[in-house]
């Protein structure tokens, strides 16, 4: 069930304005991907709440702004320090796009490993065009996702990340997403639809750090969509960081395809954002898989995060590991949709997903759905979900000891979030994580 083709026909009509000066053109597979996806978004729509996987998010927000496709070089920032994860001196590639357009001038990339590609998606269709046209839109398209659709028609720029087998990349490949909240024109809301492919070969590794940041209060809609392969025995580490400016939509998809032995950990981040969704769904599509999804959120004011995640066990012996963990303060709204699909053949799962939540105001508050759909008969699934509010007694013990009211609840709430956080497996970046959560901890009693 979708919304009536008005909140869709401005999206039909600027694609149509922008297709012919779209890069990569002349390229009849890339054309032909574009078209479908526009003809998957034109027939689904955007959904509503009475499509179940949105039930608990409404979308009429976004579908009331009119947004203008970002200019094509991205709009006007003003940078002094470029935001970034890693700490000082840390070695990294990173890779920034303004408005989804990908900016060298602010970008830099070292040495990598013979073989290696980590570029933007524009180089990538003149550079490396076959791979492109192997992989692209190829990981866990659906008819149910109308983002996807949209940013596969709308596809211009974005990341590509291609390890060759026995390749692994050292330092952490950082790639910063800048909205700049209106772009150079009169201020008139945008929208981008940034693109991530990272195909790891047969024991490659590296670790991918996103980071989302907002300048102003600007209104914009950032729709990203990322596809990972995975091949055997390969180890990819995910991290992102949502940190939108407090008008900004964000729509996130992540697609994964897990060989034998493969090794896929996702951490999101969510910080920011009017209205943010992150869908995650790996496919453990070899024996052996380890597959470890988690996150923390933290919502304030008129906030609404949504995580839904979709985890198909295809093959046996895989393992999953879920941990989520929010903060809900003000009149924010919080969404958890976890599911874990057992396939018939999937014997000898281990699945494992937990979500909790802390409401720190009456009129805060989590929709949580955990679900478990098994078809095999020798696994091992469990999955739990709460919410409650701090602890009274814990908050006299802290006070009880000369800690002000203040420093205790913020004790509690970084004892509480830490669960998830330690699931980051890569120290730097669970540090600056950490740091962020500290940071907006102050943020939220100055």
């Given at each position: ?28 597979w ?20 009475r ?26 920032v003003?940078?002094?320090v ?13 890779l ?14 070292g040495?990598?490993?013979e ?24 990981v ?6 109308p ?16 390890l060759?087998?026995?390749?692994a990349?050292?330092?952490p ?16 809301p945008?929208m ?20 989302h940041?907002?300048?102003g ?12 392969v ?15 400016s407090a ?13 034998k032995d493969?090794s ?6 969510t910080m ?6 992150n869908?995650i ?18 919502v ?21 590991r ?31 997903q ?28 469990s ?10 007694d ?8 000369g800690?002000d009211l203040?420093s205790?609840r913020n ?12 699931e ?9 994580f ?11 009693r100055?």
């Amino acid at each position: 069930m979708t919304t009536d083709t008005n909140t869709i026909q401005p999206y039909l009509d600027h694609h149509g304005r922008v297709a012919a000066a779209l890069p990569g053109g002349e390229l009849p597979w890339l054309a032909a991907l574009r078209e479908t996806g526009l003809a998957r978004f034109s027939r689904q729509g955007f959904p509503t709440a009475r499509v179940e996987a949105w039930r608990y998010t409404s979308l009429r927000p976004l579908e009331k702004v009119a947004f203008e496709p970002a200019p094509a070089a991205g709009g006007a920032v003003s940078i002094d320090v470029l935001p970034t994860v890693m700490p000082a001196g840390q070695a990294s590639h990173r890779l920034v796009f303004v408005d989804g357009a990908f900016r060298a001038d602010l970008s830099s990339v070292g040495a990598l490993p013979e073989g290696a590609v980590v570029t933007s998606l524009g180089q990538a269709l003149t550079g490396h065009a076959a791979l492109l046209e192997r992989y692209l839109g190829h990981v866990g398209v659906t008819d149910s996702n109308p983002f996807q659709a949209l940013n596969t028609a709308f596809l211009a720029d974005g990341l590509v990340v291609h390890l060759p087998k026995d390749v692994a990349v050292p330092d952490p490949i950082e790639v910063v997403f800048v909205g700049s909240g209106g772009g150079a024109g009169a201020g008139k809301p945008t929208m981008h639809h940034p693109r991530i492919l990272v195909v790891a070969e047969a024991n490659a590794e590296a670790t991918l750090v996103e980071h989302h940041v907002g300048q102003g209060d600007g209104v914009y809609f950032a729709n990203h969509v990322t596809e990972i392969v995975a091949g055997e025995g390969a180890r990819l580490h995910h991290y992102k960081v949502q940190r939108e400016s407090a008008q900004a939509f964000h729509m996130a998809t992540v697609t994964a395809d897990l060989a034998k032995d493969a090794s896929y950990d996702n951490f999101v981040l969510t910080m920011g954002g009017r209205l943010s969704r992150n869908e995650i769904k790996p496919v453990l599509n070899g024996t052996g898989v380890e597959c470890r999804l988690s996150g923390s959120y933290m919502v304030n004011g008129q906030q609404h995060c949504d995580t839904t995640t979709v985890i198909d066990h295809a093959r046996p012996h895989c393992t999953s590991r879920e941990v989520y963990k929010g903060v809900i303060d003000g009149s924010a709204k919080a969404v958890f949709q976890g599911k874990i699909i057992v396939r018939p053949d999937a014997q000898k799962t281990d699945g494992y997903q937990l979500n909790r939540a802390l409401l720190l105001s009456d009129t805060a508050e989590i929709d949580s759905k955990p679900e478990l759909e098994i078809y095999a008969d020798d696994v091992k699934c469990s999955h739990g979900a709460t919410a409650g509010e701090l602890d009274d007694d814990q908050l006299f013990y802290l006070r009880s000891r000369g800690i002000d009211l203040e420093s205790a609840r913020n004790l509690l709430i970084s004892a509480f979030l830490a669960d998830a956080i330690e699931e980051v497996r890569i120290d730097t970046v669970r540090e600056a994580f950490q740091g962020m959560v500290t940071g907006w901890l102050k943020s939220q009693r100055a």
